[in-house]
T-cell receptor, first 115, second 111 residues
Framework: GAGVSQTPSNKVTEKGKYVELRCDPI?????LYWYRQSLGQGPEFLIY????????DSGLPNDRFFAVRPEGSVSTLKIQRTERGDSAVYLC?????????????FGNGTRLTVT | GESVGLHLPTLSVQEGDNSIINCAYS??????FIWYKQESGKGPQFIIDIRSNMDKRQGQRVTVLLNKTVKHLSLQIAATQPGDSAVYFC??????????FGGGTRLMVKP
């Protein structure tokens, strides 16, 4: 069946611009996560949705980062006034139940490059 | 896609040999652990998981061992194949609703 889909796969933007990254989770999965992965490191948690609400946004680095999931399915990660340090692979994952005791199913990520 | 693992610890094994990848976790309260495999340009792929009430779990060609006394997790891959070449991450549920990932190990399989 279809896995987690992320678009675009690559995004190049100039410093100071606004970007949106999209995630289509596996159908029926109520939990959705955003992680960020820098070169040579493991994924780092950003935000977790259970249904439409952000259940845990403790990983968002600052108020330039925001994410929504208005209908409990597709999610958009929004980054304002991008900085070069935001360059990374942004990974989305979904899970049938959520919480921290079930495996996450990851998409292939969006590679963001801020020039 | 992004190439991960350029500065990661590397394990190099001969095709057909067994591989052992180790991970030290941080929180003694963690009760769920997962191993993920990540190939270049792709997202992490689930391999196997284990809960803290177990010390060993086996899958197809893979075994995960959990030693809670020393907070150590290992992944054993039997008869390693070229397709096993990737970066491997362990993850633990040590905080709230998310999984926390370790730094990863690159496995290189020599034909």
């Amino acid at each position: 069946g279809a896995g987690v889909s992320q678009t675009p796969s690559n995004k190049v933007t100039e410093k100071g611009k606004y970007v949106e990254l999209r995630c289509d989770p596996i159908s029926g999965h109520t939990a959705l996560y955003w992680y960020r992965q820098s070169l040579g490191q493991g994924p780092e948690f950003l935000i977790y949705f259970q249904g439409t609400g952000a259940a845990d946004d403790s990983g968002l680095p600052n108020d330039r980062f925001f994410a929504v999931r208005p209908e409990g399915s597709v999610s958009t990660l929004k980054i304002q006034r991008t900085e070069r340090g935001d360059s990374a692979v942004y990974l989305c994952a979904s899970s049938p139940l959520g919480g921290s005791n079930s495996p996450l199913h990851f998409g292939n990520g969006t590679r963001l490059t801020v020039t | 896609g992004e190439s991960v693992g350029l500065h990661l610890p590397t394990l190099s094994v001969q095709e057909g040999d067994n591989s052992i990848i180790n991970c030290a976790y941080s929180n003694s309260a963690s009760d769920y652990f997962i191993w993920y495999k990540q190939e270049s340009g792709k997202g992490p792929q689930f391999i196997i998981d284990i809960r803290s009430n177990m010390d060993k779990r086996q899958g197809q060609r893979v075994t995960v061992l959990l030693n809670k006394t020393v907070k150590h997790l290992s992944l054993q891959i039997a008869a390693t194949q070229p397709g096993d070449s990737a970066v491997y991450f362990c993850a633990e549920n040590n905080a709230g609703n998310m999984l926390t990932f370790g730094g990863g190990t690159r496995l290189m399989v020599k034909p």
